[in-house]
């Protein structure tokens, strides 16, 4: 009984890790889509995944209630916060498109380990209903992680063109 009681306990704080840690993704995107000029399909891949990401929050908050608990506030707040900080640092950049694209197939990586782990979390908390929509999510984030793979060549060589026509090419 003790075995299963601490998978819950674990399974719940990834629980609240994964909501506060797609809170983070938004406050790290959402500046992103408002900043692009020169970049269409980034614009429109990152405006798709927010969208995702707001079903994957909605998910998170339907797994939490599920298990009667809620997101943590706390960490809602400080990782939001520190995802608006890395957008802020990115926008001085004269790269920012590059470290852009960089920083999110990285945090795309990140949130398919995480999810991974939550789902294997879940098995052994037997919380059996909350697998299928953290599958989802799981597919939605292989997706975009690779989607931002396959466009970063066009985005480095859109990068230099534009550079090179004396362009600002960051945004």
């Not at 306990?9 to 900043?35: T, W, Y």
């Not at 797994?63 to 997101?71: C, S, Y």
């Amino acid at each position: 009984m003790t075995s299963t009681a601490s998978a819950r306990d674990i399974f719940v704080d990834g629980l609240r890790n994964a909501h506060a840690m797609e809170k983070q993704a938004l406050s790290i995107m959402e500046p992103q889509v408002k900043r692009l000029e020169h970049y269409p399909d980034v614009s429109a891949m990152l405006d798709r995944h927010i969208r995702e990401t707001e079903g994957q929050i909605a998910r998170l908050d339907e797994i939490l209630d599920g298990v009667a608990e809620g997101a943590s506030t706390l960490k809602d707040v400080s990782l939001s916060f520190t995802g608006s900080m890395a957008a802020v640092t990115h926008s001085m950049a004269s790269d920012e498109i590059l470290k852009n694209s960089m920083a999110n197939f990285a945090f795309e990586n990140f949130e398919i380990a995480a999810y991974t782990a939550l789902i294997t979390t879940a098995e052994e908390a037997g919380a059996a209903a909350a697998i299928p929509l953290l599958e989802q999510t799981l597919d939605e984030e292989r997706r975009m992680a690779a989607a931002i793979q396959d466009s970063l060549p066009d985005v480095v060589r859109q990068y230099i063109a534009l550079s090179a026509s004396d362009q600002r090419a960051d945004i």
